[in-house]
């Protein structure tokens, strides 16, 4: 299976911040990487999808990178309703694992 | 719109079964593979099966495999789960969720039904 690790846990910004998360896969998923976000008691958001398309109806502040095992999912400028938690998720291959997660709190 | 609506979850005896159900609407079910992802209280996302559009291919995550059994009907427009030999570590949030394909993401979920496994 394939694993994937992200970075921070959690950390705490203001608003207007610019946030980078990272994930890194224990093998090349080319550009099958996904970003969503949940908020409490929320089904997940899918945001970002192949790496770096951002879905349909998601703001322009949210940016996706990266190919290989490396990514990084990047807020421009912290909006409130940003605060949550994220998620990456290859789909490379079965099973479709995830990320342990990355809460963005209030600073 | 594409609505997906979970149904079935409660508390349950360890060692118990339990089925879920989702039912999907504002799109053609028959064309898309459906999965099933769960979500401990205060854990992460962990996906727990996935079945083809036409219910020929099912797959399973290692931690439900021979306890659970994923199905659909397309001529009613719902998925199932079927989970036997219920224990407490399979407490979580249940999510149906829609496959897309390209990058095969999960671009719909539903609102999540609560099991809860407990003598």
């Known amino acids: 299976d394939i694993q994937m690790t992200q970075s921070p846990s959690s950390l705490s910004a203001s608003v207007g911040d610019r946030v980078t998360l990272t994930c890194r896969a224990s093998?090349?998923?080319?550009?099958?990487l996904n970003w969503y976000q949940q908020k409490p008691g929320k089904a997940p958001k899918l945001l970002i999808y192949?790496?770096?398309s951002l879905q349909s109806g998601v703001p322009s502040r949210f940016s996706g990178s990266g190919s290989g095992t490396d990514f990084t999912l990047t807020i421009s400028s912290l909006q409130p309703e940003d605060f949550a938690t994220y998620y990456c998720q290859q789909s490379f291959n079965t099973p479709r694992t995830f990320g342990r997660g990355t809460k963005v709190e209030v600073k | 719109q594409v609505q997906l609506v979970e149904s079935g979850g409660g508390v349950v005896q360890p060692g118990r079964s339990l089925r879920l159900s989702c039912a999907a609407s504002?799109?053609?079910?028959?064309?898309?593979?459906m999965h099933w992802v769960r979500q401990a209280p205060g854990k992460g996302l962990e996906w727990v099966a996935v079945?083809?559009?036409?219910?020929?291919?099912?797959y399973y995550a290692d931690s439900v495999k021979g306890r659970f059994t994923i199905s659909r009907d397309n001529s009613k427009n719902t998925m199932f789960l079927q989970m036997n030999s219920l224990r407490p570590e399979d407490t979580a949030v249940y999510y149906c969720?829609?496959?897309?394909?390209?990058?095969?993401?999960?671009?719909?979920w539903g609102q999540g039904t609560l099991v809860t496994v407990s003598s």
């Open positions: 192949g790496a770096s």
């Open positions: 969720v829609r496959e897309s394909s390209g990058y095969f993401i999960f671009d719909y």
């Open positions: 504002g799109f053609t079910f028959s064309i898309y593979p």
């Open positions: 093998q090349s998923i080319t550009t099958y």
């Open positions: 079945i083809s559009n036409d219910g020929s291919k099912k």
